[in-house]
C-alpha cells in the first residue's frame, strides 16, 4: 500500500510542475473614472393633445400653393396659414367684370335709344 500511495504521489507532482506555467496575463485597457453628468434619453410613441385645439378650415375651396405653418406650431389669430391658388379665382372676377362691361355697355345702348325714340 505504501509502494502504490508513493506511486500516485509521484505521479501527481509530476502534473503539478507541467500545469505551474501558466499562460501570460491578457492585455487589458484601463482607464481613469471622471465623474460627469450623463443626459438620459429615451423614445416613445405616443400622442398628444393640446390644452386648446383648433378645427382649421378654409373660407374657399382650391389648391394649395404654400403651407405658412409647421405641425403642431403655436399660430396667432389672424395669422396666414395657407395661400392657395389665385387663378381661378381671377379668372372668375375676370369674367364678372367683363359681364358687367357688357351689361353696362348695353344699359346704355337702350338709353341711348330711349331719348332718340322719345319726342
Not at 382649421?56 to 396666414?80: C, F, M, N, T
Amino acid at each position: 500500500m505504501v509502494l502504490v500511495f508513493v506511486t500516485v504521489l509521484g505521479a501527481g507532482c509530476e502534473r503539478r510542475v507541467a500545469s505551474a506555467a501558466a499562460p501570460p496575463a491578457p492585455a487589458v485597457e484601463v482607464t481613469p473614472v471622471i465623474q460627469k453628468d450623463v443626459p438620459v434619453q429615451g423614445e416613445w410613441v405616443g400622442t398628444l393633445e393640446g390644452y386648446v385645439n383648433a378645427q382649421i378650415s378654409p373660407q374657399v375651396s382650391g389648391y394649395l400653393i404654400r403651407q405658412d405653418y409647421h405641425e403642431g406650431a403655436l399660430v396667432k389669430k389672424g395669422q396666414v396659414l395657407f395661400e392657395i391658388d389665385p387663378r381661378p379665382f381671377q379668372a372668375a372676377l375676370d369674367q364678372a367684370k367683363g359681364q358687367l362691361a357688357q351689361a353696362e355697355a348695353q344699359m346704355a345702348n337702350a338709353e341711348l335709344n330711349v331719348k332718340r325714340d322719345i319726342p
